[in-house]
């Protein structure tokens, strides 16, 4: 068991480390879905999404520019062009999805899913990924997205069935 302090004299218990997925921050376009369960989505003042898809000498290569931004100056921008390739249909899993604002809070996602994996740093994948870029920024994109972060795996995700339950 391991002790931390934290701000404000708070002390933390830990009895193991383990991976999570933490919810940490986001921009939404529907008013209804901002500060959202998680309390951490911002709303989108602008947002724009295109979509393409092209055939050319036997492969289809799917084309997206996702770009959002609140009033508040938080900024995200994605581009990426990717060779389809053979999807695979995974085995139903159960995630829990924790709030980076209120970290005894979580929300159990039941899911399965069709996943085309793009590019993988770690399992290494043929890769598809013709071109990519991503930018963040703004007021707490900026503590999180200074330049250095590394993307880890690009994924197609082509088909979910979801059940989003409370513990």
Same mark, same amino acid.
Do not use: A, K
């Given at each position: 068991m391991e002790s931390r302090s934290g701000a #404000?004299?708070?002390?933390?218990?830990f009895t193991s480390w383990a991976n999570v997925q933490l919810v940490i921050g986001g921009l939404t376009e529907d008013p209804a879905d901002a500060p959202g369960p998680f309390g951490v989505y911002l709303l989108a003042t602008t947002h724009t999404v295109q979509r393409s898809t092209s055939s050319s000498t036997?492969?289809?290569l799917d084309s997206q520019d996702w770009v959002f931004a609140a009033a508040s100056g938080e900024h995200l921008e994605m581009h990426i062009k990717f060779? #389809?390739?053979v999807a695979n249909k995974g085995n139903p899993a159960e995630i829990r999805f924790y709030s980076a604002k209120n970290p005894t809070?979580?929300?159990i996602s039941k899911q399965e899913q069709v996943l085309d994996i793009l590019r993988n740093v770690t399992t290494t994948p043929p890769d598809r990924v013709k071109e990519f870029s991503f930018k963040a920024s703004g007021s707490s994109f900026a503590r999180l997205f200074?330049?250095?972060e590394k993307v880890l795996s690009w994924d197609n995700i082509l088909w979910i069935n979801r059940s989003v339950l409370l513990p």
């Open positions: #404000r004299d708070r002390t933390v218990w036997g492969s289809i060779e #389809r390739g809070f979580y929300q200074d330049g250095t």
